[in-house]
């Protein structure tokens, strides 16, 4: 049968036909390059929702192997500029490669969101369903794409979540429901959802679906979801935190001697401070370990006295085996009480996976990194002044399950200890930042984030920031720190939610899918011939 006469008066154009290529590569383009502006900085994290409208407007309908480029160069607007920080000192090579790397994953969730457009359509025939149903399907499957590209490989890299350019938006509180995936379902969802109401011309004849009621369906939509109340924190009195800020030379590249960074601490530590419960330093901060090294422990000591409390600090610190870890620890007026080795060490920067490889691809790069460090095994969650204390060291902080494990293990506040001095004058401590206070909404607790050179801040379980620190000021800032209590349901659930959501999106467009008439097409085909 052949298709209907575009000018007949009976012929409709589909509701998500594809765009020309002409029309569809430039927003792809724009949408990433939105999406990067959503993201620090500058911050504004209402353009993510025009950056998704463009990027699913470029999909939608596209053959698999058009979706795929055009979510490829999506990908590459986004991450080339939100990423640049990571050509900082080692220049474009690591930039732009793991840029790209990272786009082929916007690559593969635009193919899916392409072909969901075409084969759910026909299976939700009716208004309601392309309206509502098909978004939730969109929205799982770029979730599902969130949740692979911050797994695999390496453990992933979790950075640039829809959901993470949320922290200042008016959806930020859902986090401590669904988590940043489950966030970053919703922000989709509600976008592919106004999509939806544009586009989609009514089945039953005679019925328009006016503008009207297209813009009070989305007004609807944004209230219901704005409506959800924050989720009461409980807090339970507080503690009084010295958070030290030493601006010292703590990059890799610095050159610094041995010492010069503990020396920073120590003179930016106020002693004089009055009624200090405990006192944190950022991320290697004591240098090396402090039970091989009587210089650094004596520094310790003298701290710990002074204040009259403990010290949590950092240092690379080695088994008898000779097994590195970047360690987190408790030092008191007895010295060493315990400790946590970082269990995300990040790769490339603080270990190379399969050197072997990577030594050919690129030998000069890869020899920078003389030293690998092992993942830690202890749990992330460590007694200290009389409470518990939940530990990120740098990139844990955009570990989902890390976070998890640290509000499961009653953890009452949490110390995101950091070293930024690598991307001074960049955008990553910003970025981070925000991923660590979208973890204090998440768990429902304070957060400690506390870098060596910036940006240093107290946020409490809201979200909100009670206390900060001038960026690359060598300074410290005393704090009384609410102790929080409650069970978020995303600390409960946010990983059975975001693998529902991911499975469930390519469980549904699997079962979607024409297979029978693919079958039955490939069968006449081979008869013909």
Not at 99 to 127: C, D, H, K, N, Q
Not at 173 to 179: E, K, M, P, R, T
Not at 283 to 291: L, N, W
Not at 458 to 472: E, M
Request: charged share 15%; glycine share 10%.
């Amino acid at each position: 049968m052949r298709p209907r006469d575009a000018g007949s008066p009976t012929w409709r154009r589909p509701d998500f036909a594809a765009l020309p290529l002409v029309q569809a590569l430039p927003l792809a383009v724009i949408g990433g390059v939105l999406l990067a502006l959503s993201f620090p900085s500058p911050g504004w994290w209402f353009l993510a929702y025009p950056a998704l409208a463009c990027m699913l407007l470029a999909a939608m309908g596209q053959r698999a192997r058009r979706a795929a480029w055009l979510g490829y160069l999506s990908g590459a607007a986004f991450w080339i500029p939100a990423i640049s920080w990571a050509g900082r000192y080692l220049g474009p090579v690591p930039w732009f490669a793991l840029a790209l790397f990272e786009a082929a994953f916007f690559a593969l969730g635009s193919v899916a969101i392409a072909l969901a457009y075409r084969w759910v359509t026909r299976v939700l025939p009716s208004t309601a369903g392309r309206v509502w149903g098909l978004p939730a399907v969109v929205a799982a499957l770029w979730t599902g794409r969130e949740w692979f590209s911050g797994s695999w490989p390496y453990g992933g890299f979790a950075w640039g979540r829809v959901g993470l350019s949320q922290s200042q938006g008016p959806f930020t509180h859902l986090a401590a429901y669904v988590g940043v995936l489950g966030l970053t379902f919703v922000v989709v969802y509600c976008t592919a959802v106004v999509l939806s109401l544009a586009l989609v011309v009514p089945r039953s004849p005679g019925v328009p679906l006016r503008v009207s009621v297209r813009v009070a369906s989305a007004g609807l939509l944004v209230a219901a979801v704005l409506a959800v109340p924050a989720w009461p924190t409980a807090t339970d009195g507080t503690i009084r935190i010295e958070s030290v800020q030493g601006n010292g030379p703590a990059g890799y590249f610095d050159g610094a001697s041995p010492g010069e960074v503990l020396d920073a601490q120590v003179t930016a530590t106020d002693v004089a401070a009055k009624g200090v419960d405990l006192v944190v330093w950022p991320e290697g901060s004591a240098e090396f370990d402090p039970r091989q090294q009587p210089v650094i422990a004596s520094a310790l000591d003298s701290v710990v006295d002074s204040v009259g409390a403990p010290i949590v600090a950092g240092a690379i610190t080695q088994t008898s085996s000779g097994v590195l870890h970047n360690t987190s620890f408790v030092w008191t007026a007895g010295g060493w009480q315990s400790s946590y080795d970082k269990k995300r060490p990040v790769p490339f920067g603080e270990y190379v996976p399969d050197r072997w490889f990577f030594s050919k691809l690129a030998p000069s790069l890869v020899g920078l990194l003389q030293r690998d460090y092992t993942p830690g095994t202890k749990p992330n969650v460590l007694s200290v002044a009389g409470i518990r204390a939940g530990v990120a060291i740098c990139f844990d902080i955009v570990d989902d399950g890390l976070t998890t494990d640290m509000a499961r293990g009653g953890a009452q506040v949490i110390l995101a200890q950091t070293n930024n001095a690598d991307f001074d004058g960049t955008d990553e401590n910003l970025q981070q930042l925000e991923i660590a206070r979208m973890r204090a909404i998440e768990t429902g607790r304070s957060l400690v984030n506390i870098s060596t050179v910036g940006a240093s801040q107290v946020i409490d379980p809201s979200g909100r920031t009670i206390d900060r620190l001038p960026a690359y000021t060598a300074t410290s800032m005393v704090t009384d720190v609410p102790l929080g209590t409650t069970t978020t349901p995303a600390t409960v659930a946010s990983g059975s939610i975001a693998l529902v959501l991911s499975l469930g999106g390519l469980l549904t467009l699997l079962a979607c899918a024409p297979w029978s008439r693919r079958s039955g097409t490939d069968r006449a085909s081979r008869r013909r011939s």
